[in-house]
């Protein structure tokens, strides 16, 4: 099992950047793959980025690529979300997941944290 604490949301300006970090506790975080997910106000959860065991693979929603970054540090228990030229449409609750499985990791992960809120005004 693995508990997950996002940090580093807040409140940013459209254009902007924020980095998002997600610190796992439990064993063997090099075991999960690791995802973003975020859910705006009124709307459905929505993929937002995943990253395999060891790094090596990446993937994106189509909303945030070429805009933002996934990574992790497996030493530190840690994954990021680098988020540049924010929009007002990504506003929303930014939750960290965990899975074993990389085909779960970006559709119906096992393991969530209890999210961190992004703002882009406008």
């Known amino acids: 099992q693995v508990q997950l604490v996002e940090s580093g949301g807040g409140l940013v300006q459209a254009g902007g950047s924020l980095r998002l970090s997600c610190s796992a506790s439990?064993?063997?975080?090099?075991?999960?793959?690791m995802g973003w997910f975020r859910q705006a106000p009124g709307k459905e959860r929505e993929f937002v980025a995943g990253i395999s065991r060891n790094g090596g693979e990446t993937t994106y929603g189509d909303s945030v690529k070429g805009r933002f970054t996934i990574s992790r540090d497996n030493g530190k228990n840690t994954v990021y979300l680098q988020m540049n030229s924010l929009k007002p449409e990504d506003t929303a609750v930014y939750y960290c997941t965990a899975d074993v499985s990389f085909a779960m990791v970006v559709r119906t992960p096992r393991y969530w944290g209890q999210g961190t809120q992004v703002t882009v005004s406008s």
């Open positions: 439990g064993r063997m975080f090099s075991m999960y793959n």
